[in-house]
């Protein structure tokens, strides 16, 4: 995805590259990037099958215990494993061996692989293929020295949450509705008897947005209790529902991460409708979204547009509409910006 990577991506940039874009066949990916996670601040450079079987099997059992389905096809002789220790039929060892045996066959050979390209940027290497180890690259620990590692963990979750729930609802991509809680700030699918609640719109949301508030390029946080944990924003502002402008007002396409300093504190934005060069952000922002293909890609083009066209046409007709509409100030922009993230920033500006 070199549109969301820019000229010059980060580390994260690649990290986020591997797990929001690349192919989703099995959940294993997202079980070994969350033992990566877990693994790396231990210290160690070298990290045996053994080892990396256990976080790697424990998260793949309690996504198990909660969505049975973790992969496209129609069985799996490892996830047979996985099911057996959660029903109490094999014990601790025999999940180990499993995995070190059937569990990393491809996905340790697959994890860097995007869009059948291998990503520049490695955090471990090692091949299947009769190694007993791998080793974990300068890139990962470069990584995890930032404050903003701590995102991380909650992203992939989030990610992973999304995929098994296309999955798991066995039905075409283009009939799943991704709606918005506002009260509970959760994403959740409307099942004909009952919903159920997908994952944090922030933790969905935030890797697009490259941990930076949308508005100032400002650090975020998605982990509760931070400092600096991040709000969710309306794009369009609420009180155009009134006037059935930018409808869904609540979609997920308008619907933006912003520091709470741009949201709501002194000169926020709160009811204001941003600058229009903003726009071109917001539209850079949904079109990563579709190219992830998960149900919000499909929710996103149900609310906004089949095509390209079509979308950047429904932006910029609300924009107009919402100018002409209530009196809402049109410039708001934040008082200053820090520089952008490779690629976040498309309208080819950073100035007021």
């Known amino acids: 995805m070199s549109d969301f990577l820019g000229d010059n991506p980060s580390v994260e940039d690649y990290w986020r590259n591997i797990i929001l874009f690349g192919k989703n066949v099995a959940s294993y990916k997202f079980a070994l990037a969350q033992s990566l996670l877990e693994l790396a601040p231990r210290g160690k450079s070298i990290i045996t099958l053994e080892e990396l079987a256990e976080p790697f099997a424990r998260n793949l059992c309690e996504h198990l215990s909660l969505v049975p389905k973790q992969t496209t096809s129609p069985s799996s002789k490892y996830l047979k494993n996985c099911q057996d220790f959660n029903a109490g039929i094999i014990g601790r060892e025999q999940l180990v061996e499993a995995t070190v045996r059937l569990g990393f066959e491809c996905v340790i050979d697959a994890f860097h692989n995007v869009n059948n390209v291998?990503?520049?940027?490695?955090?471990?290497?090692?091949?299947?293929?009769?190694?007993?180890?791998?080793?974990?690259?300068?890139?990962?620990?470069?990584?995890?020295?930032?404050?903003r590692a701590l995102n991380l963990p909650v992203e992939v979750e989030a990610r992973w949450r999304l995929v098994e729930t296309a999955w798991e609802l066995n039905i075409s991509r283009n009939l799943i509705n991704v709606d918005y809680d506002a009260d509970q700030e959760l994403l959740f699918v409307q099942r004909p008897?009952?919903?159920?609640?997908?994952t944090s719109c922030r933790s969905a949301l935030n890797g697009y947005q490259k941990g930076k508030c949308f508005y100032c390029f400002g650090d975020i946080s998605i982990v509760s209790g931070a400092v600096n944990l991040t709000d969710v924003d309306h794009f369009f502002p609420h009180v155009?529902?009134?006037?059935?402008?930018?409808?869904?007002?609540?979609?997920?396409?308008?619907?933006?991460?912003?520091?709470?300093s741009c949201n709501r504190g002194v000169g926020g934005k709160f009811h204001l409708l941003p600058h229009q060069r903003y726009l071109e952000r917001l539209n850079t922002r949904n079109e990563s979204l579709i190219d992830s293909h998960d149900p919000i890609a499909q929710t996103l083009m149900q609310q906004t547009g089949n095509s390209k066209p079509k979308r950047r046409s429904f932006l910029e007709r609300n924009y107009n509409a919402a100018k002409t509409g209530r009196l809402i100030n049109s410039n708001w922009q934040p008082a200053f910006e820090y520089p952008p993230a490779p690629s976040f920033l498309m309208d080819g500006s950073t100035d007021g």
């Open 193 to 198: 008897r009952s919903r159920t609640n997908i």
């Open 240 to 260: 155009l529902i009134e006037d059935k402008i930018a409808d869904p007002i609540d979609g997920i396409w308008n619907l933006v991460l912003a520091c709470v």
């Open 118 to 147: 291998e990503t520049p940027v490695r955090f471990f290497s090692g091949k299947r293929q009769g190694a007993k180890a791998i080793a974990l690259t300068d890139e990962l620990f470069e990584m995890l020295e930032s404050d």
